[in-house]
T-cell receptor, first 113, second 114 residues
Framework: GENVEQHPSTLSVQEGDSAVIKCTYSDSASNYFPWYKQELGKGPQLIIDIRSNVGEKKDQRIAVTLNKTAKHFSLHITETQPEDSAVYFCAPHLTWGTYKYIFGTGTRLKVLA | NAGVTQTPKFRVLKTGQSMTLLCAQDMNHEYMYWYRQDPGMGLRLIHYSVGEGTTAKGEVPDGYNVSRLKKQNFLLGLESAAPSQTSVYFC?????????????FGEGSRLTVL
């Protein structure tokens, strides 16, 4: 099965700085790479995703980059704001044949004002 | 459009008691999931369902049972609750096709077993 690791487990940045979270996975067959954001007291919500035929995807201040050879992908947040403070999860998986979405252990991001 | 709704939101049980968590989705999703979230452990998959009448085991299925009698509902049961089952439980659903794999989560159910 998929083994997923996230680093770092906690990250504190000053408002306006950039943040990068890395997700490493074991199953080379994985072809879908999402990032979920969980705000306090709520369920996780998809914020950005990438598929294996694309190396990078941007959506305003957030981006995801993929290195399939090295089996890792990263979440990049630029110009961080207090509302970016949350726990972020990656969940790489294969989009066919199996539907066991395994999540990483999460990264708690704190944006200091 | 309510999305994914979980009931109850909070519950306190004594060891050995039983209970059922209900998850309801109104998006006509095929796939539904139950996760538990513990501090430092992230989200761990308990059971999931790929359609009405089907269920399958996830990473941590022991001590839980599930049923998917109707497409819109996914029930998680604890037959004899243990303190180790104190956790926050999240239900999620998705369309399930290769082009629509986004998970939609409920707001969670906090369970305490004394």
């Amino acid at each position: 099965g998929e083994n997923v690791e996230q680093h770092p487990s906690t990250l504190s940045v000053q408002e306006g700085d950039s943040a990068v979270i890395k997700c490493t996975y074991s199953d080379s067959a994985s072809n879908y790479f999402p990032w979920y954001k969980q705000e306090l007291g709520k369920g996780p919500q998809l914020i950005i995703d990438i598929r294996s035929n694309v190396g990078e995807k941007k959506d305003q201040r957030i981006a995801v980059t993929l290195n399939k050879t090295a089996k890792h992908f990263s979440l990049h947040i630029t110009e961080t704001q207090p509302e970016d403070s949350a726990v972020y999860f990656c969940a790489p998986h294969l989009t066919w044949g199996t539907y066991k979405y395994i999540f990483g252990t999460g990264t708690r991001l704190k944006v200091l004002a | 459009n309510a999305g994914v709704t979980q009931t109850p939101k909070f519950r306190v049980l004594k060891t050995g008691q039983s209970m059922t968590l209900l998850c309801a989705q109104d998006m006509n999703h095929e796939y539904m999931y139950w996760y538990r979230q513990d501090p430092g452990m992230g989200l761990r998959l308990i059971h999931y369902s790929v359609g009405e009448g089907t269920t399958a085991k996830g990473e941590v299925p022991d001590g839980y049972n599930v049923s998917r009698l109707k497409k819109q509902n996914f029930l998680l049961g604890l037959e004899s609750a243990a303190p180790s089952q104190t956790s926050v439980y999240f239900c999620a659903s998705s369309y399930g096709t290769s082009g629509n794999v986004e998970l939609f989560f409920g707001e969670g159910s906090r369970l305490t077993v004394l």
